[in-house]
């Protein structure tokens, strides 16, 4: 079965200091992976998706993930953390038809 | 960016009575989902629609539980008899596609917030 593991359910950084959430995976086959962002009060919108082209994959407002199959990562990470990146964030793997399996979520808070 | 629109935003039902929550998806999509996510509690697959027909089914989505798209914009989840434990956030998704497998994005509505008196 395929599942997805987000270490660090709440995550704190400064703004302009660089943000990792960190997402292990366990899958039987190549997976393909997804970073979904949840803002409050609106649903969840993809940030990038490694479907097994380049490792590195970069997203939208400046995150970028790199697959690991060596150690079964998917971390996400942005260079310099904005006020408005304070979200929920959604590491998932999919299984079946579109079928998305989702960790647990870590909430990102940025301060000043 | 198209949008899936999902109405209402919060509902509010006792326990024993039937609710159906509405979305409407992207229109040029097939593939149409429903998620929850119980307060607290990772985001969960319930089911997968295509071609007026269930696709796939989690174990969640038992007999209580049914889908319908019942004119060519709406998708609709119905609960038969709501319990206090069917109290979450249920978010409908749409793809343009569902190749198996295939990496495809997901566009999901901002979701309705149930909750079961």
């Known amino acids: 079965a395929q599942s997805v593991t987000q270490l660090g359910s709440h995550v704190s950084v400064s703004e302009g200091a660089l943000v990792l959430l960190r997402c292990n995976y366990s899958?039987?086959?190549?997976?393909?992976l997804f970073w979904y962002v949840q803002y409050p009060n609106q649903g969840l919108q993809l940030l990038l998706k490694?479907?097994?082209?380049?490792?590195l994959v970069k997203g939208i407002n400046g995150f970028e993930a790199e697959f690991k199959k060596s150690e079964t990562s998917f971390h996400l990470t942005k260079p310099s953390a904005h006020m408005s990146d304070a979200a929920e964030y959604f590491c998932a793997v999919q299984g079946g038809y579109n079928k998305l399996i989702f960790g647990a979520g870590t909430r990102l808070a940025v301060h000043p | 960016e198209p949008e899936v629109t999902q109405t209402p935003s919060h509902q509010v039902t006792q326990m024993g009575q039937e609710v159906i929550l509405r979305c409407v998806p992207i229109?040029?999509?097939?593939?149409f989902y429903w998620y929850r996510q119980i307060l607290g509690q990772k985001v969960e697959f319930l089911v997968s629609f295509y071609n007026n027909e269930i696709s796939e089914k989690s174990e969640i989505f038992d007999d209580q539980f049914s889908v319908e798209r019942p004119d060519g914009s709406n998708f609709t989840l119905k609960i038969r008899s709501t319990k206090l434990e069917d109290s979450a956030m249920y978010f409908c998704?749409?793809?343009?596609?569902?190749?198996?497998?295939?990496?495809?994005?997901?566009?999901f509505g901002s979701g309705t917030q149930l909750s079961v008196l």
């Open positions: 490694y479907t097994s082209a380049a490792t």
């Open positions: 899958s039987s086959v190549p997976p393909y």
């Open positions: 229109s040029n999509h097939l593939y």
């Open positions: 998704a749409s793809s343009v596609l569902g190749v198996r497998g295939g990496g495809e994005k997901l566009f």
